[in-house]
């Protein structure tokens, strides 16, 4: 098909185009037909309209969709959140699912130039976006209007593209004090030894929390001494999208307790350095950025599903190398999402027999799996080289 003649081409651009529209419309369009309802979209105006007013954004709940629901963002992300607030709401749900999508598109687009040379990364890209609207991951971004994407195109403009137009490690440290996960991806630079790279990243990140602080100080003084280390805010651990292994643990706990906080940080611990001996074994840059974001799925408190937006370009990036049987199986897995198909909410988790809990943690299986195949074969996330 890549060497298809250019008209053949076209048609499949063209209706790649069409079925990647039909993929977003029921995340636009709800019965009656009526804008769909996305709710973290409206926690995000809520909370930069409440940023305008000049109340104390972690102090309050908002309501949004019948519920309250609290603002867990630093306080920059309100800022930035702020032209989301200024427009009415079915402007701010069209205009952030379809960059959403565009900006899906262009991670596909930077991850294939890396992966597999000498093709129309364009095209391939456009034909694959389709697919990728489907995966759960991004299912569930699209309809909840969450920022996982935005944050992925962050960093993947940040660590791959040839040619950034700012110095590297800038928007790494935008991403971070957005949402603090992103953080993590400091790792990239420094297991690779770019020095002043990781500096950068360490000191943009001080720097656009600090500008929010100036902005806002009590805001700032609420949420880095309070609101930080109050999890609960977020939801309720052992919900069957969180998928980190702080999740799992959640899980395997008696209903009513916590999970094991020892046990959690030997496992993060563990994860940890597998995860940095694979980066360091890393043949690529691609291959490095990868693993550091199975860092940040893993080792967070909470992974609710729609942050694992990253298995897409890992699953491409297998299934152009040598790791295609797990390419494939990471791709059954954010199509089949089998946490959704066993009993969940209310508790209903911690009654889950083993078997269950192996089903219900399968994107932390599958990442665990792409972590330690990248240890025994580095090639294994090389791409077509």
Known sequence: MIDAPPAARSLTVVLAVAASVAALLPWLIDAGPALRYAIDIDVYRAGARAFLEGDNLYTR??????????????????????????????????????????????????????????????????????????????????????????????????????????????????????KLTPAVFILVFLVRRQWRDAAVTFLSGVGFTLAAALVSWRNSWTYW???LTDTGRIGGEAYASNQSIRGVLARLAEPGEQADRLLWLVLVIGALGLIIVAMLRAQTMLATVLLASTAALLCSPVSWSHHWVWLIPVAVTLLLGPGRVLGAVVLLAVFTSPHWLL?????????????????????????????????VSPRVLAGRR
């Open 343 to 375: 009993p969940n909410n209310h508790g209903a988790e911690h009654a889950w027999p083993w078997w269950a809990q192996l089903v219900g943690s399968s994107y932390l299986l599958v990442t665990l799996a792409v972590v330690v195949a990248a240890i």
């Open 61 to 178: 709940s908002y309501e949004v969709g019948g519920i309250t629901l609290p603002f867990t963002y630093p306080p920059l992300a309100a800022i930035l959140f702020i032209p989301v607030a200024l427009v009415p709401y079915p402007v701010a749900l069209v205009g952030w699912t379809l960059a959403s999508a565009v900006l899906l598109w262009w991670c596909l687009v930077i991850v294939l130039r890396h992966a597999v040379p000498a093709v129309n990364h364009r095209v391939i890209a456009t034909w694959i976006l389709p697919l990728a609207l489907l995966a759960e991951p991004v299912r569930e971004t699209l309809g909840f209007g969450q920022i996982n994407i935005i944050l992925m195109a962050l960093v993947l403009a940040d660590t791959l593209t040839r040619r950034p137009w700012l110095p590297r490690g800038v928007l790494i440290g935008l991403a971070a004090a957005i």
């Open 225 to 227: 001494l309070d609101t």
